[in-house]
């Protein structure tokens, strides 16, 4: 019952007012970041990254896991009300919510949404309370060679998994590993790629350049077409459920938490997968498959349940390995570092109060989920109200005196700039975003650990194939590369996930 | 062929080609251990390797967007129009000062995109840059350039 003490020290820090407050402002950001389309949590997450800064650590990661969470929730609305996915994890809602809101049943789909959201996002908390210590202990044991696998393991899996091109992904992911290059060489402190310029012997910042791609290419997205929104309008009465539609669902939030959380703790997959695999596994066990698209409410609680789940499954990869499995937590691994904190298992012995304290928190973000999303729905539709001419701008100039708060550096300013139109040109032929981000964090725990590796077996590179843990990784990773040539030539049908995963 | 598929690839290319330039400058060795060339040259056979099959790919047709949703002549400008204000909200930042930037900003970009409602042009811009001037400024202390408004304490 040693998870007992730990979760009550945890409740103890993420009770005290500022952490409440800090849950609270995450969850409603999260909520609206996720409501309006187009912004998704990466994106949300990014831009306001330079908030946190004067916070303490435990503080920030809670408001930004808030955001997380609460982006999964908030995107519903907009699926449900508009027919417009809020952000990619909320695809398939919009094919059978809003077909219920057609029908007049917008309040049970969103109703339906919360307490899947709720009853998944409480139990992928759950399995992470329980899972993390012994994945941490275990990891414990692993030396440079391990962590170069897992790593590599981590990148391989974001770049060739996600994205309608394998190749996009891989260029994306060696472009990230060629900026992480920039700075001091990590063992010899010999300055790399910095063109005499002194303010990149530091590296290139991590801040302007997630920034740039999330926050200036989505306002740059956001402007290049006009949308036409019309928001359905619902009320609080509206809201109310029956026992058949709770029947109907019952089996449907558990199957696609299940789902969810799996999928979560992969690398590479992510919220998007989890909730298109959610939605095919019961259409697949439905005795009346020909009812989905038609408005049937197992259609809206499996994905909304499963992109829930898969939030605190991915939460433990970060936390136990230090290694994140999408573009949404490799921001955060990013913003961790830059408080000098760094995920991995000495995290759960040497900062118990930040785990627990955050993992905590999520239990407490969630009940306030239920809550905002049942009772304050007609507030968030609200917010959706106000027009992209104004929004757009100001998203634009939020991040950029966010990004010159962090160093006052107008040389930040110009990288996000540029990034900016490079985030917004990958997304318009479909090069993912997230590979680069996750290359760039890693890339130098990433070459510190390959070249101590080799140092250990002076220059045998077998060292990560003979050792029993990174051998099996590596092999996965073969595995992993190998699967697009297996997909073209004997699997013909797979089905391509979206670059937007996150 | 789709072109913007293949100058993506060519630039792909090109930016391979220049961290190999770079790489080749770093010794691959250091004492019979990896040194700092070692991985930057590794990653610049990556891309090269990626570039090449991007290119290919793109000229066979086997590589492309799917359903690219390239914008119209007006979202181009809008685009375009963003880039060059936040350029010269850049430049103008140190000498006028954040918040007449911001204001001028806001103002120029929502009277760009479509706001003709006075009451928005008048209120949104300043409202907007006292806002973030509260947050940043006051609340998180951040030294924002003050320019020509030095009399704010």
Redesign the interface.
Known sequence: MEFLDHLSLGFSIALSPVNLLFVTLGVVVGTLIGALPGIGPVAGIAILLP?V??MNPISAMILMCGIYYGCMYGGTITSVLMNVPGESSTIMTCVDGYAMARKGRAGPALTISAIGSFVAGTFSVVMLTLLAPPIAEAALSFGPPEYFALMVLGLTAVSGLTG??T??G??MA??G??LA?VGL?P??A?P??NFQNLELMDGVGFLPIAVGLFG?GT??GM????LHMEVMKTTLREMIITKKDLKDSAMPIARGTIIGFVIGVLPGAGATIASFLAYATEKRLSKTPELFGTGIIAGVAAPESANNASTGGAMIPLLTLGIPGSGTTAVMLGALTLFSLQPGPLLFTKNPDFVWGLIASMYIGNVMLLVLNTAFVPAFVAVLRV????L???I???C???V??VN?S?LD??LM?GF??IG??AN????PLAPLVLALVLGGPL?VA??QS??MS??DPSIFFVRPVSGVIMAIVIAVMLWPLVRRYFIKTAP?IPAAEA | MHKAEVVAGALVLAFGASVLAGALQFPFLLEGVPGPGFLPLLISFGILSSGVVLITGSIRGTIKTENPRWAALAGWRRVGLMLASMTAAFLLLELLGFLIVTTLFMGVMIFCLGVRSWRVLATVPVLSAIALYAVFAVWLRVPLPKGIITFIG
């Open positions: 908030l800064f004067g309608s091109s190749a996009k891989y260029a060696f472009i590993l060629a290059m060489d063992m010899t010999d790399r790629f200036i306002v740059l402007i290049d077409e006009t027009p992209y001419t104004v757009a701008p100001l634009a100039i939020f950029v005196v966010g010159y708060s006052y107008v300013l110009w700039l900016g139109l917004y040109l318009k032929l479909d090069y070459e390959m070249r080799l140092k002076q220059t391509i």
